[in-house]
C-alpha cells in the first residue's frame, strides 16, 4: 500500500488552522496513525485509529478520514507545532507504511 | 512514563559489525512487541525488523535481512540489533520503538550509526 502526502510544504501562520492530507493506494480502512517530528528528534505518535488522540496530545489535533482519504487539522497552529507531519498506515503489517511526510513552516 | 534509550552507535568501517542496545522502562517490557527503525537526518522513515514480546517471532525488512540480527532479554528490559557486514548506505540514526497493536507509540531518541573508512 502506498501513501501519499499532501503538500509536501504547507505555510502557516501562527494562530491559523491548518489541513494536511494523507491518501492510501487501497483502503486501510481506518488503520491510519498520524507523527510529528521536529529537527533532533524521534517521531511523536499523535492520532491513531483514524480519529483518536494518543496520550498527552492537545485538543487542536484531530483526525479524520477512511477508507483511502485521510485529514490532521491542526486548529490553530502553535509555535512548537511547526515541524514535519507523517501518516501511517498499519491495516497490512508488518510493518505498514510510511508517508513522505509534510513539512509545516511558519509562513 | 515510557522511556526508550539506545545505545551501542558508533564509526565503523565498511565490513564492520555493531551491536546495538535498546532500554525500555516504564512499561511491562515483555508484554510489547518492538521495533528497529532508522533515519537518514533529513530523510524518511526506514522499518529494520520487529520481535515479538516473547522473542518468538522477528521479521525484517528485505534489503536488511541476512546482514541484521534482532533479539531480546526480557528480564533486563533490553533490545538488541546486531548489525553485519555494514555499508556506508547504513549510515543512519537507529531508533528503537515499542509497538501497542500496530501503532508505533513511542520512540527512543535514537543511537548514531557511521560507517566510514
Known amino acids: 500500500i502506498l501513501m501519499t502526502q499532501s503538500p509536501a510544504t504547507l505555510s502557516v501562520s501562527p494562530g491559523d488552522r491548518a489541513t494536511l492530507s494523507c491518501r492510501a493506494s487501497?483502503?486501510?480502512?481506518?488503520?491510519l496513525a498520524w507523527f510529528q517530528q521536529k529537527p533532533g528528534q524521534p517521531p511523536r505518535l499523535l492520532i491513531y485509529g483514524a480519529s483518536t488522540r494518543a496520550t498527552g496530545i492537545p485538543a487542536r489535533f484531530s483526525g479524520s478520514g477512511s477508507g483511502t482519504e485521510f485529514i490532521l487539522t491542526i486548529s490553530s497552529l502553535q509555535s512548537e507545532d511547526f515541524a514535519v507531519y507523517y501518516c501511517?498506515?498499519?491495516?497490512?503489517?508488518?510493518?505498514?507504511?510510511f508517508g513522505p511526510g509534510t513539512k509545516v513552516e511558519i509562513k | 512514563e515510557v522511556h526508550l534509550v539506545e545505545s551501542g552507535g558508533a564509526v565503523v568501517q565498511p565490513g564492520g559489525s555493531l551491536r546495538l542496545s535498546c532500554a525500555g522502562s516504564g512499561f511491562i517490557f515483555d508484554e510489547y512487541t518492538m521495533h528497529w527503525f532508522r533515519q537518514v537526518p533529513g530523510k524518511g522513515l526506514e522499518w529494520i525488523s520487529l520481535i515479538t514480546w516473547d522473542g518468538g517471532s522477528t521479521f525484517y525488512s528485505d534489503s536488511m535481512k541476512g546482514r541484521f540480527t534482532i533479539s531480546r532479554d526480557n528480564r533486563k528490559n533490553l533490545v538488541y540489533l546486531q548489525m553485519n557486514s555494514l555499508r556506508s548506505e547504513d549510515t543512519a540514526l537507529y531508533h528503537c520503538?515499542?509497538?501497542?497493536?500496530?501503532?508505533?507509540?513511542?520512540w527512543g531518541q535514537g543511537t548514531l550509526v557511521t560507517v566510514s573508512s
Open positions: 501511517h498506515q498499519y491495516h497490512s503489517w508488518p510493518p505498514g507504511t
Open positions: 487501497q483502503s486501510v480502512s481506518s488503520a
Open positions: 520503538v515499542k509497538e501497542k497493536s500496530r501503532v508505533f507509540d513511542y
